[in-house]
């Protein structure tokens, strides 16, 4: 039984990857943040909450 020829690694030129130009930086994809919900009454504090005034 032959060996099956190892097929180089080849980038596929329907979907290259994403090459920043020179001298240029990498895209950094924006923060998504989360929505504002309001606070629940019935829940307990959290430490890592500000303290209510």
Known sequence: MSMPTP????????????????GRPLPTPEPIEPPPYPPDPLAPPSPFDPPAL
């Open 7 to 22: 097929v180089p690694d080849i980038p596929d030129p329907a979907h290259p990857l994403p090459t920043p130009e020179p």
